[in-house]
């Protein structure tokens, strides 16, 4: 299964130690989110949440967007190409982060870089961190580059809710 294997090829290592208690999977492939709860520029017929997105067109217009429903802080993204498929993977894209869904920023990590390198094949996860972290409720998958079988991915964002940082800070 596809949600399995994104949260299960990037799950925290128990035996290293770890500065951030918020690296858990959110679970989008798991059923964490409703198909209402992703918006894309263009999509197959019958996608759904739990779904890889493959937009229909070819064009670097293309985007698949989340509303998490609150804030979360995010520490890391999986993406993978679309498993049953030989040849449709995104290579290299930009994420961009909303508090409102209205206004969106595109990240930028430590080392000033935009872009992200996607995946080089159907079937392997390629995890990013993001450093620094980011708090927001939308994000947004913007692919730059893709193979020539076309635009293809699933995703999973790890992290925590806003309120569960804030708790674990206290306790």
């Excluded at 947004?140 to 804030?166: H, M, Q, R, Y």
């Amino acid at each position: 299964m596809v949600s399995y294997t994104l949260a299960k090829a990037v799950s925290k290592d128990p035996t290293k130690a770890s500065s951030s208690k918020c690296q858990d999977s959110i679970g989008i492939q798991t059923g964490f989110l409703e198909t209402r709860d992703i918006k894309t520029s263009t999509s197959q017929k019958d996608f759904s949440a739990t779904d890889p997105w493959c937009a229909t067109e070819q064009n670097e217009k293309q985007f698949m967007a989340f509303d998490l429903g609150e804030e979360f802080q995010l520490a890391k993204v999986a993406t993978m190409g679309k498993a049953d498929d030989k040849n449709r993977f995104v290579s290299k894209y930009i994420l961009a982060y909303s508090h409102d869904g209205e206004k969106w920023d595109d990240y930028i990590d430590s080392a000033g870089k935009k872009e992200f390198a996607g995946n080089d094949n159907t079937f392997a996860v390629k995890s990013n961190t993001l450093s620094p972290s980011i708090q927001a409720r939308y994000i947004k998958i913007k692919p730059l580059a893709w193979s020539n079988g076309g635009i293809c991915t699933s995703v999973d964002l790890f992290g925590c809710t806003v309120d569960e940082l804030n708790k674990s800070k206290k306790s």
